[in-house]
């Protein structure tokens, strides 16, 4: 019996927090209530500002490992760069082992002209056809013993 009254009680209270059945409570009740939803809001944003805090301090902390990173980084690009002068010039002392021209000379300026676009023939046919081959050649001296003329002559 008083846990069913205590359940109609909180039951109650819970109505009245989400703003349902307001009428029969007293001007007392409602400031009662009023003060009440008023410390809940201060502790939701006080655990909302902590949550964001707690947040940022991640953030800043990956920050910092990332800035580490990046530093370690750009240090070993500056010395691989800084290698790389240095084994350019033993190759070309004859140190390499190889050819004492650089890769990107053998290159010509203007290679653009060595190809040629290929223009569009639409008589091309893929393929052997035994049945046009007649057509195309005639009757030629290059014929088999069965009257086709051998893929690779055409």
Same mark, same amino acid.
């Given at each position: 019996?008083?846990?069913?009254?205590?359940?109609?009680?909180?039951?109650?209270?819970?109505?009245?927090?989400?703003?349902?059945?307001?009428?029969? @409570?007293?001007?007392?009740?409602?400031?009662?209530?009023?003060?009440?939803?008023?410390?809940? $809001? &201060?502790?939701?944003?006080?655990? &909302?500002?902590?949550?964001? $805090? *707690?947040?940022? +301090?991640?953030?800043?902390?990956?920050?910092?490992? $990332?800035? %580490?990173?990046?530093? *370690?980084?750009?240090? &070993?690009?500056? %010395?691989?760069?800084? &290698?790389?002068? @240095?084994?350019?010039?033993?190759?070309?002392?004859?140190?390499?082992?190889?050819?004492?021209?650089?890769?990107?000379?053998?290159?010509?300026?203007?290679?653009?002209?060595?190809?040629?676009?290929?223009?569009?023939?639409?008589? @091309?046919?893929?393929?052997?056809?035994? +049945?046009?081959? *007649?057509?195309?050649?005639?009757?030629?001296?290059?014929?088999?013993?069965?009257?086709?003329?051998?893929?690779?002559?055409?």
């Amino acid at each position: 019996l008083r846990l069913n009254a205590r359940v109609e009680i909180l039951q109650q209270s819970q109505r009245n927090l989400l703003g349902e059945d307001l009428g029969p @409570l007293t001007a007392k009740e409602l400031e009662q209530l009023e003060h009440q939803l008023e410390v809940s $809001l &201060k502790q939701i944003r006080s655990a &909302k500002t902590q949550s964001m $805090l *707690d947040q940022l +301090a991640e953030f800043q902390r990956r920050e910092e490992i $990332l800035v %580490e990173s990046n530093r *370690d980084l750009r240090r &070993k690009l500056e %010395e691989s760069i800084a &290698k790389i002068p @240095l084994r350019l010039s033993w190759e070309d002392a004859g140190g390499g082992g190889g050819s004492n021209i650089p890769y990107n000379h053998c290159i010509p300026a203007h290679s653009e002209g060595i190809f040629q676009p290929l223009g569009f023939n639409s008589t @091309l046919q893929v393929g052997y056809n035994p +049945a046009g081959t *007649d057509e195309i050649n005639g009757s030629g001296s290059a014929q088999n013993v069965h009257g086709f003329i051998p893929g690779w002559m055409l």
